[in-house]
């Protein structure tokens, strides 16, 4: 009897566990919207760093410039991507 009792607390503990609706690992399916959040972030973090090691002398000015003009033009197209999915009028 012991042992039927096991078998099945065992049973429901484990369906409990990998039942997919309760599963907190599994992943929802990533819109662009998401996406695109993401990638602004890194962006964003990205531009952060650029400054950060400019000002300690890891980058010569031009080299900052043309690299801060980059990441810049690709947080605006970023951010106007986000806007037009969002139904946000354009800024421009």
Request: charged share 30%; hydrophobic share 45%; proline share 4%.
């Given at each position: ?81 986000i806007d037009a999915l969002q139904g946000i009028p354009s800024r421009a």
């Amino acid at each position: 009897m012991g042992l039927l009792a096991s078998a099945v607390l065992l049973l429901a503990l484990f369906a409990y566990t990998f039942w997919p609706e309760k599963n907190p690992f599994t992943q929802r399916d990533r819109t662009r919207l998401d996406f695109l959040q993401e990638r602004r972030e890194v962006v964003m973090n990205n531009l952060r760093d650029l400054t950060f090691e400019f000002r300690a002398g890891k980058y010569p000015a031009e080299d900052y410039a043309t690299q801060r003009e980059i990441l810049e033009r690709e947080a605006a197209e970023i951010l106007s991507e986000i806007d037009a999915l969002q139904g946000i009028p354009s800024r421009a």
